[in-house]
C-alpha cells in the first residue's frame, strides 16, 4: 500500500486493527499453530481489502475501482496493480475449481507464508504446493486479463 495517496482512507495500520477484530471473535477456535493463524488472517485480510474496494467502487463520486497496488509474487497484475474486487471474483471461481489451489493462493498472496508453512497446514508435499501456485497464479493471470 505504500504507492497509495497519503490520505487513503484505509492505511495498514487500519488493516491490521480490521483484520485483529474480526480474529478476536473467533475466541473459540482452537489454533494449531502459527501457519493455521496466518491462514485465517490471510482470509480476512482478503475480506477487508476486497469490501474495501468494493465500497470504493460504489462509491457516490467516480465508482471506478480503486487499484491496490502490492508487492509479491503475484503474476499478470501490471506493475502490481490488483483489482482486489476482480481477483476475489475469480478466486470463488478457482475455489469451485480446486479449492487447495485458491487456499494456496489465499495464503501465499495475502499472508505471505512460504511454501512450506502452507505445504505444512494443508498437509501436502512443498513440491505439490509449489505446482498449485503455479497453476493457480497462471489460470487468475487470465482470468484477470479478461
Do not use: C, N
Not at 478457482?94 to 505471505?112: I, T
Not at 501436502?124 to 486479463?145: E, V
Amino acid at each position: 500500500m505504500k504507492h497509495e495517496r497519503p490520505d487513503h482512507t484505509l492505511q495498514p495500520t487500519a488493516l491490521v486493527h480490521e483484520v485483529y477484530l474480526r480474529l478476536v471473535d473467533a475466541e473459540r477456535v482452537k489454533w494449531r499453530g502459527r501457519s493455521e493463524f496466518l491462514s485465517l488472517a490471510a482470509q480476512q485480510i482478503r475480506k477487508v481489502l476486497v469490501d474495501h474496494a468494493r465500497r470504493h467502487k460504489t462509491a457516490k463520486r467516480g465508482g471506478g475501482v480503486r487499484r491496490i497496488e502490492f508487492e509479491g509474487e503475484f503474476h499478470g497484475a501490471a506493475s502490481g496493480d490488483i483489482d482486489m474486487a476482480a481477483l476475489d471474483d475469480a478466486l470463488i471461481e478457482l475455489a469451485q475449481r480446486s479449492d487447495r489451489q485458491a487456499r494456496v493462493v489465499e495464503m501465499r498472496f495475502f499472508a505471505g507464508m512460504s511454501v512450506e508453512q502452507v505445504a505444512e497446514l494443508l498437509g501436502a508435499s512443498a513440491r505439490t504446493i509449489k505446482g498449485d501456485w503455479r497453476a493457480a497464479r497462471a489460470w487468475l493471470a487470465g482470468q484477470m486479463r479478461e
